[in-house]
């Protein structure tokens, strides 16, 4: 079983729309996450840190529920602009040794 | 203020061939870390260097080796190139160790014949 796991989509909404990923994690010992957005062919950028119970930033959304680990996220009012891979990230221990999730891959539409 | 940069951005090799893809930062970071990408298995770390001075191997450091040259300076090197070795490769740093952002150059595709 993969440490992060991630529905791989693609998710196909329209504009305007709600859109909520989920992500799983096996590792209990996984402090914090991340969510980074990456653009086709291009590097991985960070989106959102996800320390405790979640965090909010404009129209996006994390949460962490450590019960049932799984992190998600939600976007509101989708943009043209928010089509990209979302990848979903674990922090373990020191020296930063992220865990990437295979992403999922969001898709919006006129 | 370039962030990461990584050299080439493309490269075609030969099996047997070696290599070796260069990365910088300028953010006075002190980690840093070599990325692998392919289709279906995500981003894997290959080798990271906590800080100047030190290294370590992460999930899949077979087939290379790494050199921190400075505070600056990450390079990856693959000695004798393998088929396997086909992959997009991103260099990322970040401040420290501990549950920080990380920052990921903009990758260099490499493809092994």
């Known amino acids: 079983r993969k440490e992060v796991e991630q529905d791989p989509g693609p998710f196909n909404v329209p504009e305007g729309a709600t859109v909520a990923f989920n992500c799983t994690y096996s590792?209990?010992?996984?402090?914090?996450f991340f969510w980074y957005r990456q653009d086709c062919r291009k590097e991985p950028k960070l989106l959102m840190s996800?320390?405790?119970s979640g965090n909010e930033d404009g129209r996006f959304t994390a949460q962490l529920n450590r019960a049932s680990q799984y992190i998600s996220l939600l976007i509101r009012d989708s943009k043209l602009s928010d089509s990209a891979t979302y990848l979903c990230?674990?922090?373990?221990?020191?020296?930063?040794?992220?865990?990437f999730g295979t992403g999922t891959r969001l898709q919006v539409t006129l | 203020n370039a962030g990461v940069t990584q050299t080439p951005k493309f490269q075609v090799l030969k099996t047997g061939q070696s290599m070796t893809l260069q990365c910088a930062q300028d953010?006075?970071?002190?980690?840093m870390y070599w990325y692998r990408q392919d289709p279906g298995m995500g981003l894997r770390l290959i080798y990271y260097?906590?800080?100047?001075?030190?290294?370590d191997k992460g999930e899949v450091p077979n087939g290379y080796n790494v050199s921190r040259l400075n505070k600056r300076e990450f390079s990856l090197r693959l000695e004798s190139a393998a088929p396997s070795q086909t992959s997009v490769y991103f260099c990322?740093?970040?401040?420290?160790?501990?549950?920080?952002?990380?920052?990921f150059g903009p990758g260099t595709r490499l493809t092994v014949l």
């Open positions: 990322a740093s970040s401040e420290s160790g501990d549950y920080t952002e990380q920052f």
């Open positions: 590792n209990s010992a996984s402090q914090s």
């Open positions: 996800v320390y405790s």
């Open positions: 990230v674990g922090v373990t221990g020191t020296a930063s040794k992220l865990t």
């Open positions: 953010m006075n970071h002190n980690s």
């Open positions: 260097s906590a800080s100047e001075g030190t290294t």
